[in-house]
């Protein structure tokens, strides 16, 4: 069982930046590939980015490629999501998610860090 917690949400200016962070607790926090997804109001959740184990594989939705980036701290077993250039799009929960690959369902998830951004 993995236990995932999220940091750093709040609200921030169009063009602003924030860091996401995703602390991973219990047993093999470091052995999962690791993905951050977001639900904005009225909207099904989706796939923002994801990492695998070795910290390589890194995937990315179209629609924040080259603004978002993910890496991870093994040794923290942590992972974080560097958001650059936000848009009021970008308004949504962010989730941590955690599993086998980033390619695969992820088995486990966080509660969740709102991230507001003004226009």
């Known amino acids: 069982q993995v236990q995932l917690l999220e940091s750093g949400g709040g609200l921030v200016q169009a063009g602003g930046s924030l860091r996401l962070s995703c602390a991973a607790s219990g047993r093999g926090g470091s052995n999962y590939a690791m993905g951050w997804f977001r639900q904005a109001p009225g909207k099904a959740r989706e796939f923002v980015a994801g990492i695998n184990t070795n910290g390589g594989g890194e995937r990315y939705a179209g629609t924040v490629r080259g603004r978002f980036t993910i890496t991870r701290d093994n040794a923290k077993n942590s992972v974080y999501l560097q958001m650059n250039d936000l848009k009021p799009e970008d308004t949504a929960v962010y989730y941590c998610?955690?599993?086998?690959?980033?390619?695969?369902?992820?088995?486990?998830w966080g509660q969740g860090t709102q991230v507001t951004v003004s226009s």
């Open positions: 998610a955690a599993g086998p690959r980033v390619d695969l369902p992820f088995d486990y």
